[in-house]
């Protein structure tokens, strides 16, 4: 499979902007549609943004639509998470990984912390 480093995470106030980035390594991501998803604690993986290998269709959760927007460049082997108007229920372990039509398809990666203080 192929390796992931989530990164960008951190400390915001609610109402705050991060920009995550995913670089995957030991093979390409182009041919995948790629999702990000986040983990709170004591809670499942939960699905938040996707986006074709083409970069020219995503989809977003209800709960992110219009505050989050997900990108990719296959050129760099990376896909990104603009995250914007954060509030407290957006922390998380954030996490990206390949999606197939049941879901993830790769193991999980360590991903990156999001924490938003109200």
């Known amino acids: 499979q192929v390796q992931r480093v989530e990164s960008g995470g951190g400390l915001v106030q609610a109402g705050g902007s991060l920009r995550l980035s995913c670089a995957a390594s030991g093979g390409t991501i182009s041919s995948y549609s790629m999702g990000w998803y986040r983990q709170a604690p004591g809670k499942e993986h939960e699905f938040v943004a996707a986006?074709?290998?083409?970069?020219?269709?995503?989809r977003y959760a209800d709960s992110v639509k219009g505050r989050f927007t997900i990108s990719r460049d296959n050129a760099k082997n990376t896909i990104y998470l603009q995250m914007s108007s954060l509030k407290p229920e957006d922390t998380a372990i954030y996490s990206c990984n390949a999606r197939g039509l049941s879901g993830p398809i790769w193991d999980w990666g360590q991903g990156t912390q999001v924490t938003v203080s109200s």
């Open positions: 986006i074709h290998p083409n970069g020219g269709s995503t």
